[in-house]
């Protein structure tokens, strides 16, 4: 049960309120991606008004505790992964370091042609075969990521069939000799369109980060192009910047030279 107390001494009750609701999510009440109770329902319980409850789940909803979903209700937000990029990255490797519960489900292995944007990242003639994998990364039972990826069909040909379960990067590594030793990757917020978002379990314009990476292996060669959605609710990226050294180095100013006295002789 939901208590509030309207009292001089006390916060104001849409603050009483999020205070009840935050110490309910974290004492697991409702599990991530379950939904709490109607406004109606909270309304009765606190004995509050409907603007109350709006204003407490407003705050709620702005710490990402909560997220609504339009038509069906409130529900409890999945903690955000956070992921820094200092480094080239894995997502399965570090999730599951975390400790984290990480599942591919494969969507599709194919080999299509290359088109111009593809072949020029990978240095290839337009045209010549790709391998294309397309997958859900689902973490803790959610998708997470949409992940498309394309190396030139050359290079692994065995790929096609080998059995994927984790990072496809110590598959490269490991079964074929081709680690990835650098990334160009590049950031853009997109909408979701209905295909991406019927895979993410999102709303149709819900946001998305799209990342395209091109990674380089061995002689700096590169080896594959990644074209991944992420969910905006479940993750956010975090870069450390560091400060050039000066162009031109500023040294502390010394004692003024002494002047002459000039005499009048």
Not at 139 to 164: H, I, K
Not at 211 to 236: A, I, K, Q
Request: glycine residues 6%; aromatic residues 6%.
């Amino acid at each position: 049960m939901l208590r509030t107390v309207k009292a001089d001494n006390q916060p104001p009750l849409h603050a009483q309120l999020a205070a009840e609701l935050r110490r309910a999510i974290d004492a697991g009440r409702w599990r991530p991606g379950e939904a709490i109770p109607s406004e109606r329902e909270l309304m009765r319980q606190a004995g509050v008004s409907r603007a109350t409850v709006r204003q407490a789940l407003g705050t709620l909803i702005n710490e990402q505790r909560l997220q609504r979903a339009h038509g069906r209700g409130t529900f409890v937000a999945h903690p955000r992964v956070e992921q820094p990029l200092q480094e080239v990255y894995s997502f399965a490797e570090q999730l599951h370091a975390a400790g984290r519960s990480v599942v591919d489900r494969f969507i599709q292995r194919r080999v299509v042609p290359a088109d111009a944007p593809l072949a020029a990242r990978l240095g290839l003639q337009a045209g010549e075969p790709l391998l294309h994998l397309q997958r859900v990364r689902m973490l803790d039972g959610a998708p997470l990521t949409l992940d498309n990826f394309f190396v030139s069909y050359r290079l692994c040909p065995e790929l096609l069939d080998a059995p994927l379960a984790g990072s496809l990067y110590r598959v490269l590594a490991v079964q074929f000799g081709l680690p990835v030793l650098r990334s160009t990757d590049t950031f853009e917020p997109v909408a979701a369109d209905r295909a991406t978002a019927f895979f993410l379990e999102v709303p149709v314009g819900a946001p998305l980060m799209f990342v395209e990476r091109v990674g380089y292996t061995s002689n700096d060669l590169p080896l594959h192009v990644g074209r991944n959605y992420v969910r905006g609710d479940r993750c956010r990226f975090r870069v450390n910047l560091g400060s050039a050294p000066a162009a031109v180095e500023l040294k502390p100013a010394t004692e003024p030279p002494a002047l002459e006295t000039p005499s009048f002789e």
